[in-house]
């Protein structure tokens, strides 16, 4: 049975003038959004941001946003049709060849599924991996996605060796109802976007479908060039962009408050515009992780040895200003004299880390903390780890957090990537609202950037 997916409708927002990173920021909550009109900002909310903003940055100029809705795979009639379905099937694989973790593929059956129920034929493109050779290196083949896919499927799956050679054009237009090609990444074309490689592709399928939202950041051609190539066939996106959207840009626009967002990982680096913009729309930022220590040598404190970037640090200081009190940062860290689980241990203030020590978690204080405002939370945003949550005891306060984000009723959204991992491996995935299919592009998205390849799909009428 064909069902009808959500509209997934895009709101623009855009500044003007040379106003700072924040107010670009708070401003771009709500870009896209899934659902009816929920996902632009309430005149009441807008006003207030537009007050605020004006205060702040005088220069500033905020535009009416716009809200366009886009056609989804529910929306077309897929009845003796070819559709070219753009998969994100870059899967993890162990040294034997074997997918480590099939979310990526699973979460992409209901748009096959769909297409298939509505008498229609797929015929699925991916990349995996960062190939630098042909289709001779069988460490990025496609292949075992294509036999995972069979069986998740319980249909047969026909999959050519090539991309737009011999094979993909014979099976593209053989009887099999689905079809996968060879890795993307294997022509070269594909991340140079070449127009002639994308003609090619385009010319398989009556029907474009975008359900790569891990890509959807990405501008290579089977993104971006092959739609545009398609222009004038219908060309919407996949259940699975659908959803995606609607957790990452539509709740998150307006939330449920209070709103609490926690950031861990590495670097200030790869989040400060994820914190720039979640400070402009979240009720508290909690910060966990390495770039902790970059916000605690900002406030003078001691890191001991631990992983910093010295060449952050005055913008952690910005950040801080502001932040305000809305930026939480921990109290308390776990360190170790060795990168490793067998090191001697301390648990000491934050900013008080001994020479010879590194910090590897939040420490118990902090746990408790962040686990009790996400108690209370009404919408938790979660990306990156509190610590090496790969390497116990450390990851402990990683546990903590997931474990109070399971058991809240909060709407709760976990960023892809490593925060995807670790709910998966402490067993919650289940029970939170949403776990990101993408890494950098739930970043991006949560960034509040545009995705080009979004964009110029079709809008409904
Ligand atoms: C990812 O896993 O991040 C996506 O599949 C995109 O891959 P890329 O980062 O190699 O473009
Ligand atoms: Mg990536």
Redesign the pocket.
Known sequence: MPRRGPKVKISQTRLGGSDAALSRSALSCGLYSAGSPRGTLSPSLRGQLEQALAQRFPNSTMQRSQTVAKKTIADVSTEEKTVLVRV?F?VPLDDAAQITDDRRIRMALPTIQQVLAGGGRVILIS?L??PQGDAGDARFSLRPAAERLSELLGEPVAFASDTVGDDATAKASGDAKVVVLENLRFDAGEKTGDVEFASKLAALADIYCNDAF??CH?T?ASMVAVPEAMAGKPRVVGFLVAREIEYLTDAIARPARPFVAILGGAKVSDKINVIENLLGICDRVLIGGAMAYTFSLAQGGSVGESLVERDKVELARKLLDAGGEKLVLPVDTHCGDAFSGESNKRIVPAGEIPDGFMGLDIGPETSGRYAELVRGAKTVVWNGPMGVFEMPPFDAGTRAVAAAIAESDAVSIIGGGDSAAAIEQFGFAERVSHVST????SLAMLEGKRFVAVDLLDDMD
């Open positions: 994100d870059n990349h991996g960062r891990g890509t990405r290579d993408g890494g950098g592009a």
